[in-house]
T-cell receptor
Framework: EPEVTQTPSHQVTQMGQEVILRCVPI?????FYWYRQILGQKVEFLVS????????KSEIFDDQFSVERPDGSNFTLKIRSTKLEDSAMYFC???????????????FGPGTRLLVL | RKEVEQDPGPFNVPEGATVAFNCTYS??????FFWYRQDCRKEPKLLMS???SGNEDGRFTAQLNRASQYISLLIRDSKLSDSATYLC???????????FGAGTRLFVKA
């Protein structure tokens, strides 16, 4: 069964450093997403990406964040200057389109646990 | 008002019980509706999509009431393996923005 993969599984970084989280979505999916989940809290939408551009982003997704699809398979999230409060689990997800503005449910990767010290 | 609200839980039920979760959403432009389950420290996994009047998948039944902006999930004949957090999810603006509820924790006991 196709699955979303993410690397690394864990990342420890110093405050102020840049991190890049990587994802390989399911191959025939067209919609890509990043979420974060702070320990003990709910899953929070960060950004969606379609047709090589950002479709929607939340208030969390400020200028410190960027996304890129550098080739036909990878989808990355970059945090330019990490803060302590960026410590969280980051999930990538992908989905198919159904047309008419509807999508199928999203399939999530196993996540990258980011710890900022 | 939160965009997606769920029963706070936790729900503690014996094996074989029927349990129902409720969810309300505030944005009337919401277009797609889903239930996910999340095990501790794992990724959310899609359980069911709810597109119109609801649907059933084995022991699971999901209902949608657009007029009341209300979604429900019914689990019949609960199994120990159903123990998890159940997340209500709505999408709008063509599926590009997705909002998760805080989840309802379910414990099924032998």
């Amino acid at each position: 069964e196709p699955e979303v993969t993410q690397t690394p599984s864990h990342q420890v970084t110093q405050m102020g450093q840049e991190v890049i989280l990587r994802c390989v979505p399911i191959s025939n999916h067209l919609y890509f997403y990043w979420y974060r989940q702070i320990l003990g809290q709910k899953v929070e939408f960060l950004v969606s990406f379609y047709n090589n551009e950002i479709s929607e982003k939340s208030e969390i997704f400020d200028d410190q964040f960027s996304v890129e699809r550098p080739d036909g398979s990878n989808f990355t999230l970059k945090i330019r200057s990490t803060k302590l409060e960026d410590s969280a689990m980051y999930f990538c997800a992908s989905s198919e389109a159904l047309g008419g503005g509807l999508t199928r449910g999203q399939y999530f990767g196993p996540g990258t646990r980011l710890l900022v010290l | 008002r939160k965009e997606v609200e769920q029963d706070p839980g936790p729900f503690n039920v014996p094996e074989g019980a029927t349990v129902a979760f409720n969810c309300t959403y505030s944005n009337s432009a919401s277009q797609s509706f889903f239930w996910y389950r999340q095990d501790c420290r794992k990724e959310p996994k899609l359980l069911m999509s709810v597109y119109s009047s609801g649907n059933e998948d084995g022991r699971f039944t999901a209902q949608l009431n657009r007029a009341s902006q209300y979604i429900s999930l019914l689990i019949r004949d609960s199994k120990l393996s159903d123990s998890a957090t159940y997340l209500c999810v709505v999408s709008y603006t063509g599926g590009f923005k997705t909002i998760f509820g805080a989840g309802t924790r379910l414990f099924v006991k032998a």
